[in-house]
RNA sequence: CGGGGUGUAGCGUAGCCCGGUUAGCGCGCCUGCUUUGGGAGCAGGAGGUCGGAGGUUCGAAUCCUCUCACCCCGACCA
Protein backbone atom coordinates (compact mmCIF):
# COMPACT_ATOMS: atom_id res chain seq x y z
CA UNK A 1 0.00 0.00 0.00
CA UNK A 2 1.21 3.26 -1.13
CA UNK A 3 2.01 5.77 2.25
CA UNK A 4 0.31 9.49 0.62
CA UNK A 5 -1.49 10.79 3.86
CA UNK A 6 0.15 12.21 7.11
CA UNK A 7 3.51 9.97 7.03
CA UNK A 8 4.31 11.48 10.48
CA UNK A 9 2.83 10.05 13.59
CA UNK A 10 1.62 12.49 16.33
CA UNK A 11 3.48 11.65 19.43
CA UNK A 12 6.79 10.60 17.60
CA UNK A 13 7.03 13.90 15.60
CA UNK A 14 4.45 16.63 16.48
CA UNK A 15 6.17 19.54 15.20
CA UNK A 16 6.03 17.63 11.01
CA UNK A 17 2.59 16.11 11.56
CA UNK A 18 1.21 19.66 12.29
CA UNK A 19 2.43 20.31 9.16
CA UNK A 20 1.66 17.91 7.10
CA UNK A 21 -2.23 17.51 8.89
CA UNK A 22 -2.84 21.65 7.65
CA UNK A 23 -1.25 21.58 3.94
CA UNK A 24 -2.83 17.73 3.37
CA UNK A 25 -6.03 18.67 4.78
CA UNK A 26 -5.93 21.52 2.53
CA UNK A 27 -6.74 24.26 5.04
CA UNK A 28 -3.51 26.15 4.29
CA UNK A 29 -0.52 26.83 1.91
CA UNK A 30 2.35 28.69 2.52
CA UNK A 31 2.72 31.92 0.74
CA UNK A 32 6.17 33.38 -1.01
CA UNK A 33 6.54 35.40 1.78
CA UNK A 34 8.31 33.73 4.99
CA UNK A 35 5.73 34.05 7.79
CA UNK A 36 2.30 34.34 5.68
CA UNK A 37 0.42 31.49 4.81
CA UNK A 38 -2.87 31.09 2.49
CA UNK A 39 -5.88 30.27 4.07
CA UNK A 40 -7.69 28.18 1.55
CA UNK A 41 -10.98 27.26 1.14
CA UNK A 42 -11.88 24.54 3.74
CA UNK A 43 -9.98 25.89 6.42
CA UNK A 44 -11.79 29.68 5.70
CA UNK A 45 -14.87 27.70 6.14
CA UNK A 46 -13.90 26.63 9.76
CA UNK A 47 -13.07 30.14 9.98
CA UNK A 48 -16.42 31.53 9.12
CA UNK A 49 -18.17 29.45 11.59
CA UNK A 50 -15.86 30.44 14.25
CA UNK A 51 -17.04 33.99 13.30
CA UNK A 52 -20.35 33.50 12.47
CA UNK A 53 -21.26 31.78 16.14
CA UNK A 54 -18.86 34.15 17.89
CA UNK A 55 -20.65 37.13 15.92
CA UNK A 56 -23.90 36.34 17.48
CA UNK A 57 -22.68 36.38 20.58
CA UNK A 58 -21.02 39.71 20.34
CA UNK A 59 -23.75 41.21 19.46
CA UNK A 60 -26.09 39.79 21.66
CA UNK A 61 -23.89 41.30 23.89
CA UNK A 62 -24.48 45.24 22.66
CA UNK A 63 -21.20 45.38 20.51
CA UNK A 64 -21.57 46.22 16.87
CA UNK A 65 -19.25 45.54 14.16
CA UNK A 66 -16.56 48.31 12.54
CA UNK A 67 -14.02 48.82 10.01
CA UNK A 68 -11.27 50.55 10.62
CA UNK A 69 -8.31 51.43 7.99
CA UNK A 70 -5.20 49.58 7.56
CA UNK A 71 -2.65 52.15 7.70
CA UNK A 72 -1.91 54.41 10.48
CA UNK A 73 0.16 57.60 11.27
CA UNK A 74 3.19 57.14 13.05
CA UNK A 75 1.97 59.81 15.77
CA UNK A 76 -0.74 58.03 16.39
CA UNK A 77 0.60 55.18 16.82
CA UNK A 78 3.23 56.23 19.37
CA UNK A 79 1.07 58.59 21.34
CA UNK A 80 0.77 56.04 24.04
CA UNK A 81 4.10 55.55 24.51
CA UNK A 82 4.52 52.38 26.71
CA UNK A 83 2.07 50.86 23.85
CA UNK A 84 4.20 52.06 20.72
CA UNK A 85 7.32 50.21 22.56
CA UNK A 86 5.89 47.32 22.83
CA UNK A 87 4.73 46.91 19.55
CA UNK A 88 7.59 48.63 17.30
CA UNK A 89 9.81 46.07 16.53
CA UNK A 90 7.26 43.91 14.76
CA UNK A 91 5.68 46.86 13.03
CA UNK A 92 5.27 47.23 9.10
CA UNK A 93 5.87 50.40 7.92
CA UNK A 94 4.82 51.78 3.92
CA UNK A 95 7.61 54.47 3.56
CA UNK A 96 6.24 55.02 -0.19
CA UNK A 97 3.95 55.73 -2.88
CA UNK A 98 5.23 54.10 -6.29
CA UNK A 99 8.45 56.06 -6.10
CA UNK A 100 8.26 58.73 -4.06
CA UNK A 101 8.56 58.89 -0.23
CA UNK A 102 5.63 59.24 1.84
CA UNK A 103 6.47 62.31 4.35
CA UNK A 104 5.23 60.88 7.22
CA UNK A 105 5.83 57.11 7.13
CA UNK A 106 2.39 54.93 8.29
CA UNK A 107 2.32 51.81 9.80
CA UNK A 108 0.24 48.57 8.75
CA UNK A 109 -1.92 47.94 11.65
CA UNK A 110 -0.43 45.76 14.69
CA UNK A 111 -3.97 46.31 16.37
CA UNK A 112 -6.28 49.09 16.14
CA UNK A 113 -6.22 50.62 19.62
CA UNK A 114 -4.94 54.28 18.46
CA UNK A 115 -6.57 54.47 15.33
CA UNK A 116 -9.60 53.97 17.29
CA UNK A 117 -9.56 55.82 19.74
CA UNK A 118 -8.67 58.98 17.75
CA UNK A 119 -12.21 58.12 16.30
CA UNK A 120 -13.68 57.30 19.64
CA UNK A 121 -12.23 60.95 21.34
CA UNK A 122 -14.32 62.45 18.70
CA UNK A 123 -17.32 60.65 18.79
CA UNK A 124 -17.88 60.26 22.81
CA UNK A 125 -19.33 64.05 23.83
CA UNK A 126 -21.86 63.03 26.95
CA UNK A 127 -22.17 59.97 29.27
CA UNK A 128 -25.81 59.18 26.56
CA UNK A 129 -23.16 58.03 24.36
CA UNK A 130 -21.39 55.69 26.29
CA UNK A 131 -21.42 52.68 26.74
CA UNK A 132 -19.49 52.61 22.88
CA UNK A 133 -18.88 48.58 21.61
CA UNK A 134 -17.15 48.10 18.33
CA UNK A 135 -15.53 45.18 16.82
CA UNK A 136 -13.51 44.71 14.10
CA UNK A 137 -12.89 41.55 11.80
CA UNK A 138 -9.87 42.02 10.32
CA UNK A 139 -6.13 41.25 10.10
CA UNK A 140 -3.00 42.44 11.65
CA UNK A 141 0.57 42.55 11.22
CA UNK A 142 3.25 42.24 12.74
CA UNK A 143 6.63 40.92 11.61
CA UNK A 144 7.80 37.76 13.02
CA UNK A 145 10.73 36.16 11.44
CA UNK A 146 11.67 33.09 13.32
CA UNK A 147 9.72 30.13 14.23
CA UNK A 148 6.66 30.96 12.18
CA UNK A 149 3.98 28.05 12.25
CA UNK A 150 0.89 28.32 10.43
CA UNK A 151 -2.20 29.73 12.89
CA UNK A 152 -0.08 30.06 15.67
CA UNK A 153 2.70 32.40 14.67
CA UNK A 154 2.62 34.20 11.29
CA UNK A 155 2.90 37.79 10.57
CA UNK A 156 -0.46 38.20 9.56
CA UNK A 157 -3.48 36.57 11.04
CA UNK A 158 -6.92 36.87 10.64
CA UNK A 159 -8.84 37.84 14.36
CA UNK A 160 -11.39 40.01 15.81
CA UNK A 161 -10.66 42.92 18.61
CA UNK A 162 -13.31 44.55 20.07
CA UNK A 163 -13.26 48.50 21.62
CA UNK A 164 -15.13 49.48 24.24
CA UNK A 165 -15.79 52.67 26.52
CA UNK A 166 -17.75 52.70 29.48
CA UNK A 167 -18.09 55.59 32.26
CA UNK A 168 -16.78 53.89 35.02
CA UNK A 169 -14.25 51.39 35.88
CA UNK A 170 -16.54 49.13 37.43
CA UNK A 171 -18.34 48.95 33.57
CA UNK A 172 -15.34 48.53 32.04
CA UNK A 173 -14.35 45.75 34.41
CA UNK A 174 -17.27 43.49 34.13
CA UNK A 175 -17.12 44.22 30.16
CA UNK A 176 -13.53 42.27 30.64
CA UNK A 177 -14.93 39.86 32.50
CA UNK A 178 -17.96 38.89 30.59
CA UNK A 179 -16.15 38.90 27.21
CA UNK A 180 -13.41 36.47 28.91
CA UNK A 181 -16.39 34.39 29.91
CA UNK A 182 -17.72 34.24 26.34
CA UNK A 183 -15.24 33.14 25.18
CA UNK A 184 -14.38 30.33 27.46
CA UNK A 185 -18.00 29.25 26.66
CA UNK A 186 -17.54 29.41 23.35
CA UNK A 187 -14.16 27.27 23.06
CA UNK A 188 -15.80 24.32 25.18
CA UNK A 189 -18.69 23.91 23.85
CA UNK A 190 -17.89 24.68 20.38
CA UNK A 191 -14.86 23.67 19.42
CA UNK A 192 -14.39 21.06 22.55
CA UNK A 193 -11.41 22.53 23.86
CA UNK A 194 -10.58 22.74 28.04
CA UNK A 195 -8.56 25.93 28.96
CA UNK A 196 -7.24 27.55 31.56
CA UNK A 197 -7.98 30.95 32.53
CA UNK A 198 -6.89 33.89 34.86
CA UNK A 199 -4.84 37.22 35.10
CA UNK A 200 -1.30 37.84 33.09
CA UNK A 201 1.54 38.94 34.97
CA UNK A 202 2.89 42.39 34.25
CA UNK A 203 5.22 41.23 32.42
CA UNK A 204 3.11 38.98 30.38
CA UNK A 205 0.34 41.18 29.79
CA UNK A 206 -0.44 43.25 26.77
CA UNK A 207 1.34 46.58 26.73
CA UNK A 208 -0.91 49.40 27.50
CA UNK A 209 -3.42 47.35 29.64
CA UNK A 210 -3.67 47.93 33.42
CA UNK A 211 -4.30 43.74 33.45
CA UNK A 212 -5.25 41.08 31.33
CA UNK A 213 -6.85 37.96 31.59
CA UNK A 214 -6.50 35.22 29.39
CA UNK A 215 -7.42 31.87 28.03
CA UNK A 216 -4.69 29.31 27.76
CA UNK A 217 -4.75 25.51 26.38
CA UNK A 218 -2.02 23.50 26.71
CA UNK A 219 -1.05 21.03 23.55
CA UNK A 220 -0.15 17.99 23.05
CA UNK A 221 3.39 19.17 23.28
CA UNK A 222 3.19 20.32 26.11
CA UNK A 223 3.82 23.74 25.29
CA UNK A 224 1.18 26.29 26.60
CA UNK A 225 -1.10 28.35 23.64
CA UNK A 226 -2.56 31.98 24.62
CA UNK A 227 -5.90 31.63 23.04
CA UNK A 228 -7.60 34.63 23.95
CA UNK A 229 -7.50 37.37 25.84
CA UNK A 230 -9.48 40.45 27.47
CA UNK A 231 -7.50 43.76 28.43
CA UNK A 232 -8.48 46.11 31.12
CA UNK A 233 -7.36 49.15 29.85
CA UNK A 234 -8.20 51.59 32.59
CA UNK A 235 -7.71 55.56 31.43
CA UNK A 236 -4.24 54.47 29.39
CA UNK A 237 -5.63 55.18 26.43
CA UNK A 238 -8.51 57.54 26.83
CA UNK A 239 -6.27 60.20 29.18
CA UNK A 240 -3.38 60.74 26.03
CA UNK A 241 -6.67 60.08 23.25
CA UNK A 242 -8.46 62.25 25.20
CA UNK A 243 -11.59 60.68 25.36
CA UNK A 244 -13.33 62.39 27.82
CA UNK A 245 -17.41 62.90 28.36
CA UNK A 246 -19.66 65.09 30.27
CA UNK A 247 -20.87 63.23 32.92
CA UNK A 248 -24.21 63.26 35.07
CA UNK A 249 -22.45 65.08 37.60
CA UNK A 250 -22.10 67.87 34.63
CA UNK A 251 -17.87 67.47 34.94
CA UNK A 252 -15.44 65.99 32.44
CA UNK A 253 -14.09 62.24 32.53
CA UNK A 254 -12.16 60.07 30.87
CA UNK A 255 -13.21 56.77 29.74
CA UNK A 256 -12.50 53.58 31.19
CA UNK A 257 -11.84 50.86 28.20
CA UNK A 258 -11.13 47.05 27.27
CA UNK A 259 -10.12 45.58 23.92
CA UNK A 260 -10.44 42.23 23.53
CA UNK A 261 -9.77 39.51 20.80
CA UNK A 262 -9.37 35.74 19.41
CA UNK A 263 -7.52 35.12 16.42
CA UNK A 264 -7.26 31.70 14.13
CA UNK A 265 -4.41 30.48 16.57
CA UNK A 266 -8.46 28.85 17.96
CA UNK A 267 -8.35 27.06 14.58
CA UNK A 268 -4.32 25.98 15.66
CA UNK A 269 -5.57 24.80 19.11
CA UNK A 270 -8.41 22.84 17.19
CA UNK A 271 -6.30 20.95 14.89
CA UNK A 272 -3.58 20.20 17.77
CA UNK A 273 -5.57 18.46 20.17
CA UNK A 274 -8.14 17.10 18.74
CA UNK A 275 -6.16 15.60 15.44
CA UNK A 276 -4.59 12.10 14.97
CA UNK A 277 -2.43 10.23 12.92
CA UNK A 278 -4.75 10.08 10.51
CA UNK A 279 -5.24 13.66 10.18
CA UNK A 280 -7.43 16.33 11.29
CA UNK A 281 -10.64 15.63 13.61
CA UNK A 282 -13.33 18.16 13.46
CA UNK A 283 -16.02 18.88 16.32
CA UNK A 284 -19.43 19.14 14.38
CA UNK A 285 -20.49 22.27 15.82
CA UNK A 286 -17.29 23.98 13.97
CA UNK A 287 -16.75 21.21 11.23
CA UNK A 288 -17.43 22.53 7.28
CA UNK A 289 -19.13 19.66 6.58
CA UNK A 290 -20.43 17.52 9.44
CA UNK A 291 -21.85 14.23 7.70
CA UNK A 292 -19.32 12.92 4.06
CA UNK A 293 -21.73 10.35 2.25
CA UNK A 294 -19.96 7.97 -0.25
CA UNK A 295 -21.48 5.68 -2.72
CA UNK A 296 -19.94 2.33 -3.76
CA UNK A 297 -21.07 0.56 -6.85
CA UNK A 298 -20.25 -1.92 -9.17
CA UNK A 299 -22.76 -1.17 -12.45
CA UNK A 300 -24.57 1.39 -13.89
CA UNK A 301 -28.03 -0.15 -12.24
CA UNK A 302 -27.11 -0.05 -8.71
CA UNK A 303 -25.78 3.29 -9.30
CA UNK A 304 -28.85 4.86 -10.08
CA UNK A 305 -30.72 2.73 -7.53
CA UNK A 306 -27.74 3.82 -5.01
CA UNK A 307 -27.75 7.66 -6.04
CA UNK A 308 -31.52 8.02 -5.58
CA UNK A 309 -31.45 6.73 -1.81
CA UNK A 310 -28.41 9.34 -1.05
CA UNK A 311 -30.34 12.25 -2.78
CA UNK A 312 -32.98 11.16 -0.17
CA UNK A 313 -30.54 10.87 3.01
CA UNK A 314 -28.98 14.22 1.82
CA UNK A 315 -32.37 16.19 1.09
CA UNK A 316 -33.35 15.29 5.14
CA UNK A 317 -30.00 15.93 6.23
CA UNK A 318 -30.80 19.52 4.85
CA UNK A 319 -33.73 19.86 6.24
CA UNK A 320 -32.55 19.84 9.02
CA UNK A 321 -29.80 21.96 9.10
CA UNK A 322 -26.80 19.31 8.60
CA UNK A 323 -24.27 20.08 6.89
CA UNK A 324 -23.75 17.45 4.12
CA UNK A 325 -21.36 16.57 0.93
CA UNK A 326 -21.82 13.17 -1.64
CA UNK A 327 -18.47 12.05 -2.96
CA UNK A 328 -19.65 10.68 -6.14
CA UNK A 329 -16.48 11.71 -7.67
CA UNK A 330 -15.70 8.72 -10.22
CA UNK A 331 -11.94 9.21 -10.61
CA UNK A 332 -10.83 8.23 -6.83
CA UNK A 333 -12.01 4.75 -5.32
CA UNK A 334 -14.15 4.70 -2.31
CA UNK A 335 -11.09 3.22 0.05
CA UNK A 336 -9.03 6.77 -1.22
CA UNK A 337 -12.00 8.85 -0.29
CA UNK A 338 -12.42 7.24 3.25
CA UNK A 339 -8.70 8.43 3.65
CA UNK A 340 -8.84 11.57 2.05
CA UNK A 341 -12.00 12.79 4.03
CA UNK A 342 -10.83 11.67 7.37
CA UNK A 343 -7.70 13.40 6.92
CA UNK A 344 -10.01 16.68 6.16
CA UNK A 345 -11.42 15.35 9.80
CA UNK A 346 -15.23 15.27 8.71
CA UNK A 347 -17.06 13.88 11.64
CA UNK A 348 -19.41 10.94 10.35
CA UNK A 349 -18.78 8.97 7.08
CA UNK A 350 -21.81 7.63 5.89
CA UNK A 351 -21.08 4.35 3.32
CA UNK A 352 -23.86 2.91 0.87
CA UNK A 353 -23.37 0.13 -1.26
CA UNK A 354 -25.23 -2.84 -3.02
CA UNK A 355 -24.81 -4.91 0.44
CA UNK A 356 -26.58 -2.06 2.35
CA UNK A 357 -29.52 -1.26 -0.16
CA UNK A 358 -30.28 -5.16 0.23
CA UNK A 359 -30.94 -4.83 3.66
CA UNK A 360 -32.39 -1.51 4.12
CA UNK A 361 -29.15 -0.21 5.89
CA UNK A 362 -26.53 1.93 5.37
CA UNK A 363 -23.22 2.16 7.25
CA UNK A 364 -22.17 4.89 9.34
CA UNK A 365 -18.71 5.27 10.45
CA UNK A 366 -17.05 8.13 13.56
CA UNK A 367 -14.19 9.69 12.56
CA UNK A 368 -13.18 10.33 16.27
CA UNK A 369 -13.53 6.55 17.25
CA UNK A 370 -13.95 4.98 13.81
CA UNK A 371 -16.76 2.90 15.25
CA UNK A 372 -19.10 1.15 12.35
CA UNK A 373 -22.78 1.17 12.97
CA UNK A 374 -25.61 -0.43 10.51
CA UNK A 375 -28.38 2.07 10.59
CA UNK A 376 -31.74 1.20 8.65
CA UNK A 377 -32.65 3.63 5.36
CA UNK A 378 -36.23 3.80 6.45
CA UNK A 379 -36.17 4.42 9.76
CA UNK A 380 -35.04 8.22 9.45
CA UNK A 381 -31.81 7.73 9.33
CA UNK A 382 -31.21 11.23 9.27
CA UNK A 383 -32.17 11.89 13.27
CA UNK A 384 -29.20 9.29 14.24
CA UNK A 385 -27.20 10.67 12.38
CA UNK A 386 -27.96 14.39 13.94
CA UNK A 387 -27.60 12.15 17.68
CA UNK A 388 -24.51 10.56 16.69
CA UNK A 389 -22.66 14.18 16.12
CA UNK A 390 -23.79 15.10 19.40
CA UNK A 391 -22.18 12.46 20.75
CA UNK A 392 -19.05 12.98 18.68
CA UNK A 393 -19.08 16.34 20.24
CA UNK A 394 -19.22 15.19 24.00
CA UNK A 395 -16.63 12.58 23.23
CA UNK A 396 -14.37 14.86 21.70
CA UNK A 397 -14.55 17.02 24.61
CA UNK A 398 -14.07 14.59 26.91
CA UNK A 399 -10.88 12.90 25.75
CA UNK A 400 -9.36 16.48 25.61
CA UNK A 401 -10.46 17.12 28.64
CA UNK A 402 -8.44 14.14 30.13
CA UNK A 403 -5.47 14.83 27.76
CA UNK A 404 -5.81 18.49 29.19
CA UNK A 405 -5.64 17.62 33.04
CA UNK A 406 -2.72 15.15 32.71
CA UNK A 407 -0.76 18.12 31.52
CA UNK A 408 -1.80 19.53 34.73
CA UNK A 409 1.26 19.12 37.66
CA UNK A 410 1.41 20.94 40.82
CA UNK A 411 4.81 21.42 42.69
CA UNK A 412 5.74 23.20 45.38
CA UNK A 413 9.81 22.61 45.57
CA UNK A 414 12.09 24.61 43.18
CA UNK A 415 13.80 21.75 41.46
CA UNK A 416 11.23 19.19 41.10
CA UNK A 417 9.36 22.45 39.35
CA UNK A 418 12.97 23.02 37.10
CA UNK A 419 12.65 19.35 36.27
CA UNK A 420 9.32 19.19 35.28
CA UNK A 421 9.69 22.29 32.88
CA UNK A 422 12.49 21.07 31.48
CA UNK A 423 11.45 17.00 31.01
CA UNK A 424 8.02 16.77 31.20
CA UNK A 425 6.55 20.74 30.27
CA UNK A 426 2.83 20.90 30.73
CA UNK A 427 1.41 23.20 33.04
CA UNK A 428 2.93 23.56 36.73
CA UNK A 429 0.94 25.10 39.37
CA UNK A 430 3.00 26.75 42.31
CA UNK A 431 2.80 29.78 44.66
CA UNK A 432 4.58 32.73 43.61
CA UNK A 433 5.42 35.86 45.17
CA UNK A 434 4.96 37.86 42.27
CA UNK A 435 7.89 39.56 41.73
CA UNK A 436 9.37 40.04 38.42
CA UNK A 437 13.12 38.47 39.49
CA UNK A 438 11.68 35.48 40.46
CA UNK A 439 9.46 35.08 37.17
CA UNK A 440 12.86 36.20 35.20
CA UNK A 441 14.65 33.52 37.19
CA UNK A 442 12.50 30.94 36.27
CA UNK A 443 12.74 32.19 33.09
CA UNK A 444 16.05 31.87 32.48
CA UNK A 445 16.40 28.37 34.35
CA UNK A 446 13.99 26.47 32.36
CA UNK A 447 12.41 29.05 29.69
CA UNK A 448 9.14 28.73 30.98
CA UNK A 449 6.65 32.17 31.76
CA UNK A 450 3.65 32.67 34.04
CA UNK A 451 0.86 31.78 31.84
CA UNK A 452 -1.93 32.87 34.39
CA UNK A 453 -2.18 33.84 37.84
CA UNK A 454 -5.27 31.86 39.47
CA UNK A 455 -8.30 34.55 41.18
CA UNK A 456 -8.52 33.02 44.25
CA UNK A 457 -6.29 33.80 47.09
CA UNK A 458 -3.87 31.92 48.80
CA UNK A 459 -2.14 32.18 51.39
CA UNK A 460 1.56 30.14 50.91
CA UNK A 461 5.22 30.53 50.01
CA UNK A 462 6.88 31.87 46.67
CA UNK A 463 8.23 28.83 45.30
CA UNK A 464 11.22 30.32 43.92
CA UNK A 465 12.39 32.75 47.07
CA UNK A 466 10.41 31.87 49.86
CA UNK A 467 8.09 34.82 50.90
CA UNK A 468 4.76 35.26 50.83
CA UNK A 469 2.51 34.20 48.38
CA UNK A 470 -1.03 35.51 47.58
CA UNK A 471 -1.82 33.18 44.49
CA UNK A 472 -1.10 30.30 42.96
CA UNK A 473 -0.09 30.71 39.33
CA UNK A 474 0.27 28.11 36.13
CA UNK A 475 4.11 28.11 34.99
CA UNK A 476 4.58 26.73 30.81
CA UNK A 477 6.82 26.89 27.99
CA UNK A 478 4.91 28.77 25.48
CA UNK A 479 4.30 29.29 21.66
C1' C B 1 21.94 39.10 13.97
C1' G B 2 25.74 34.31 14.47
C1' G B 3 26.55 29.00 12.78
C1' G B 4 25.07 25.01 9.44
C1' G B 5 22.23 23.14 5.27
C1' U B 6 19.19 22.93 0.75
C1' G B 7 17.55 24.93 -4.20
C1' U B 8 16.75 19.99 -10.71
C1' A B 9 8.64 19.36 -13.91
C1' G B 10 2.92 20.72 -9.52
C1' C B 11 5.32 17.55 -5.30
C1' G B 12 9.35 14.18 -3.83
C1' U B 13 14.02 13.18 -5.77
C1' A B 14 18.76 10.76 -8.98
C1' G B 15 22.79 12.93 -11.47
C1' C B 16 27.26 17.16 -9.00
C1' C B 17 32.80 14.76 -5.74
C1' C B 18 35.50 13.05 -11.11
C1' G B 19 32.44 18.70 -16.85
C1' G B 20 31.02 15.31 -22.50
C1' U B 21 24.52 11.81 -26.09
C1' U B 22 18.11 13.87 -26.11
C1' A B 23 18.87 15.55 -17.61
C1' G B 24 16.60 9.96 -15.32
C1' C B 25 12.87 8.00 -11.75
C1' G B 26 8.31 7.93 -8.40
C1' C B 27 3.71 10.47 -7.24
C1' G B 28 0.35 13.73 -9.44
C1' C B 29 -1.74 15.54 -14.33
C1' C B 30 -4.11 14.36 -19.63
C1' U B 31 -6.46 10.28 -23.10
C1' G B 32 -8.56 5.36 -23.52
C1' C B 33 -10.17 0.66 -21.62
C1' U B 34 -10.84 -2.36 -17.38
C1' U B 35 -11.93 -1.17 -12.09
C1' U B 36 -14.65 0.69 -7.30
C1' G B 37 -16.84 -2.25 0.51
C1' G B 38 -9.78 0.85 3.29
C1' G B 39 -5.27 5.00 -0.80
C1' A B 40 -6.96 0.24 -8.34
C1' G B 41 -4.47 -1.91 -13.10
C1' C B 42 -2.70 -1.63 -18.07
C1' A B 43 -1.45 1.21 -22.44
C1' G B 44 -0.32 5.83 -24.52
C1' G B 45 0.82 11.18 -23.63
C1' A B 46 1.99 16.31 -21.91
C1' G B 47 5.15 18.85 -18.70
C1' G B 48 12.31 21.30 -17.34
C1' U B 49 15.15 29.15 -18.53
C1' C B 50 18.66 22.51 -13.49
C1' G B 51 16.92 29.45 -7.95
C1' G B 52 19.40 34.04 -10.43
C1' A B 53 23.80 36.78 -12.43
C1' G B 54 28.70 36.61 -13.92
C1' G B 55 33.14 33.71 -14.93
C1' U B 56 36.46 29.31 -16.46
C1' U B 57 36.05 25.92 -20.79
C1' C B 58 35.61 23.57 -27.45
C1' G B 59 31.61 22.13 -23.99
C1' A B 60 28.61 23.61 -17.30
C1' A B 61 22.97 20.91 -13.56
C1' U B 62 28.26 19.49 -12.50
C1' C B 63 34.07 23.75 -11.38
C1' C B 64 34.81 29.21 -9.43
C1' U B 65 32.76 34.12 -7.68
C1' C B 66 28.70 36.92 -6.30
C1' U B 67 23.55 37.03 -5.22
C1' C B 68 18.44 35.56 -3.87
C1' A B 69 15.08 32.34 -1.44
C1' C B 70 13.85 28.69 1.96
C1' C B 71 14.95 25.12 6.10
C1' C B 72 17.49 23.66 10.80
C1' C B 73 20.31 25.13 15.37
C1' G B 74 21.44 29.36 18.62
C1' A B 75 20.45 34.84 20.45
C1' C B 76 16.14 38.40 20.53
C1' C B 77 10.69 38.93 20.75
C1' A B 78 3.18 39.87 22.06
Known amino acids: MVKIGITEKKDENFSEWYTQTVLKAELIDYSQVKGFIILREYGFSIWENIQSILDKKFKKDGTKNAYFPLLIPESLLNRESEHFKGFTPEVFWVTKTGDNDIENKLAIRPTSETIAYESYAKWIKSWRDLPLKLNFWNSVLRAEIKDTKPFIRTSEFLWQEGHTAHETKEEAEKQVNVMLKLYKDFVNEYLALPILTGKKSDKEKFVGADYTLTLEGIMPDGKALQMGTSHQLGQNFSKPFEISFLGKDEKQHFVWQTSWGVSWRLMGALIMIHGDDKGLILPPKIAPIQVVIIPIYYDEGKKNEIIK ?78 KELEVIQEELFESAKMKHSEMIFKSDEYNELCNRLTNDRGFIKSAWCGSRECEDKIKDETGADVRLIEDEAISSSCIVCGNDATNSVYFAKSY
Request: charged share 35%; aromatic share 6%; proline share 5%.
Open 309 to 386: VIEKIKEQLDEKGVRSYVDSSEQHTPGWKFNQWEMKGVPIRVEIGPKDLDNDSLVVVKRNSRDKKNIAISDNPADSII
